[in-house]
């Protein structure tokens, strides 16, 4: 059921993501243009895909474990016995392997393997942040730029009020004080509409800050996308696509996995050792003696902890805490998911109803502004009562952008609650980062020329050349 939910609200998320472009000139800026830009340009990604080739290269390191380390060792003495120089030259190489630990090395792979699935998750989570923060700055930008529209065509009306105050003073129809209520509203009108400019470089500024670029000629806001039938399917979407609740599931495995490495510590462990060796050594007296020496070994080694003082069974307490603490994160998370999840579902609510009250709140405005500013040139009403309603007609329609934007904003937040504002989910058409293309190449931990000019080509594909 919840793969088809799923299925079902695709289609439309790239539906409404283009269809807002699709009759607009070729050079308008849409929401997916923003979308892509956003993702393409952010920094944060890229750490955090950085974060993630770590993590991988940790995953290699626990398989690394296993193999035999090989490395020269050279050594040269000098000695003086009872007036006798002597030295010794040697050179070698030594072999160790672990040969079997009773399964610590093969839970630290599987602990390496999970914290590798938990980073994954937490990059589609920055991912989904990115996105939406892309969002919100184009919300931002195109709320700015109708707030500006709004004030200077406030500027404009009032300048005539203004002016038809001033010539109705100069015919004695109106007093001074008339005069001055307008200048002072023709003062706030501009002193808003400097506000708004200023909002709107703000806003500009941070779609730089999202995108790398300015905001060009963006077109108006596609429609909202769809959701799903009720509130409850909504969280069910969440419990099981969200990153954030994928990444605490994992780390909570990893810190069960702990915990079995804390026990394991306490096992034998059995090494193998090899090595060969070529020592050369001369005593300087009346004759001079050399000597050469080579040789090679082999053995195993069995070893275990009796007494640690303590220190093990304190990590193995350490861990059982610390697999508390993720069991009870995974549940926070899901919780704070759910919630997330809940005030998007209410913020879509009540942006949309504050829409409605605010349209019955523009028309009675508008009429109520047509009707004071007929009764003032008849003279039942002052120039005060003309800029009152007015005023109140700019507000309801300044109220209206902030509530449009806001509903729009609410159906991107609820897709970041349920896990689906991501470039895939999306299907915005461009190429992917792919988090398991660096992690093929490195988790045999290369180490060959064959093995290292594949990773090279990872690299360059992902732009790390």
Do not use: C
């Not at 630290?108 to 393997?113: H, L």
């Not at 990444?247 to 069960?256: F, G, P, T, V």
């Amino acid at each position: 059921m919840l793969r088809k939910t799923l299925k079902n609200l695709q289609g439309p998320l790239l539906a409404a993501l283009l269809a807002g472009g699709a009759a607009l000139p070729a050079h308008a800026e849409t929401l997916a243009d923003t979308l892509v830009a956003a993702y393409r340009h952010s920094a944060l990604l890229e750490q955090n895909r950085a974060v993630l080739r770590a993590a991988d290269e940790d995953a290699a390191s626990a398989i690394a474990a296993l193999r035999p380390v090989l490395q020269w060792v050279a050594g040269y003495t000098y000695q003086n016995v009872e007036g006798i120089d002597g030295y010794s030259a040697s050179i070698g190489l030594q072999a160790q392997m672990t040969l079997y630990d009773w399964g610590r090395n093969a839970i630290a792979i599987d602990i390496a393997k999970e914290s590798v699935l938990a980073t994954r998750a937490a990059l589609v989570g920055v991912e989904q942040d990115v996105l939406l923060g892309a969002v919100q700055s184009y919300l931002n930008v195109r709320s700015a730029m109708e707030q500006v529209d709004l004030q200077e065509n406030s500027v404009r009306v009032i300048g005539q009020e203004q002016r038809a105050a001033t010539d109705r003073f100069e015919v004695g129809e109106i007093t001074q004080t008339d005069v001055a209520q307008a200048d002072a509203a023709l003062a706030e009108a501009r002193a808003n509409l400097a506000t708004a400019e200023g909002d709107l470089q703000i806003a500009r500024e941070s779609f730089r800050t999202a995108t790398g670029k300015p905001p060009v000629n963006l077109s108006p806001p596609p429609p909202t996308p769809k959701l799903p039938a009720t509130l409850v399917a909504a969280r069910d979407i969440g419990r099981n696509t969200h990153p954030l609740i994928q990444q605490a599931r994992r780390e909570a495995a990893a810190a069960e996995l702990g915990v079995a490495a804390a026990a394991a510590e306490r096992n034998p462990t059995l090494t193998g050792t090899a090595g060969i060796s070529r020592e050369r050594s001369r005593s300087v007296n009346g004759f001079g003696q050399t000597s050469t020496v080579e040789g090679g070994s082999i053995g195993v080694d069995l070893s275990q902890t009796i007494y640690s003082g303590g220190r093990l069974p304190s990590a193995h307490r350490k861990a059982m805490a610390q697999r508390d603490s993720a069991r009870s994160a995974l549940l926070n998370t899901s919780r704070q998911v759910d919630e997330a999840v809940g005030n998007a579902w209410a913020g879509i609510d009540v942006a949309r109803a504050q829409i409605g009250a605010i349209d019955e709140q523009i028309a009675a405005a508008q009429q109520a502004y047509n009707g004071v500013r007929e009764e003032a040139t008849l003279g039942a009403r002052t120039t005060l009562d003309v800029l009152d309603a007015e005023q109140s007609l700019l507000e309801a329609r300044a109220n209206k952008i902030t509530a449009e934007a806001n509903l729009q904003l609410a159906h991107y937040q609820l897709l970041s609650a349920m896990g689906l504002l991501t470039v895939e989910n999306l299907k915005l058409g461009i190429p992917t980062y792919d988090p398991s293309a660096y992690y093929n190449a490195v988790q045999d931990a290369p180490f060959t020329s064959r093995q290292g000019e594949s990773l090279d080509r990872v690299l360059r594909a992902i732009g790390k050349d």
